[in-house]
């Protein structure tokens, strides 16, 4: 009689080995056919058609005003960028604190930006204001804006 002991088939390894194989070969296939399909639709250029920013003078994302006392201007310069195939006017309305402070049309070229200056000058009371920057594709101003841009101010006392 045999002993208690059971000794494997050589071919029991193999056909796991091979299954595991054509498994992994299988997966590794479609993670580079998945990879490769979304790298063919994702869409070339930026992300979005149009841009919205706060930038200095040379079109850096600084510069813009975070402290000011009451009466005291500030300066900032509202970038819009327009990354679609045709021109496009926009509206763009800029509040302070909940006051308007400026608003108007603009066109932008297709594939082009405009830079225009906006004084920000807070009327008081002192304390933390907001500065929002509302942009709507075309002419209307109603419901939600297409996109928007805020930088916090905090606001002092004149020394005056």
Known sequence: MASGTLQASPWMATDRTHVEAVLLATSLFLL?????????????????????ALVDDQGTAAGYPTELAVGEEGRTVV???????????????????????????????????????????????PGRQRFLVRLWTGDETTGQ????????????????
């Open 32 to 52: 580079l056919a998945t990879a490769s399909a979304i790298a063919l639709v994702q869409p070339v250029g930026p992300d979005r058609p149009t841009e919205l």
């Open 79 to 125: 970038q819009i960028t327009n990354n679609v195939d045709e021109s496009r006017r926009y509206t763009v309305v800029t509040t302070l604190d909940g006051r308007t402070v400026s608003s108007g049309t603009v066109t932008v070229d297709a594939g082009s930006q405009r830079r225009f200056p906006v004084s920000i000058t807070p009327e008081g009371p």
């Open 145 to 160: 804006p297409d996109l928007s841009v805020r930088i916090w101010v905090n606001v002092t006392e004149s020394s005056d």
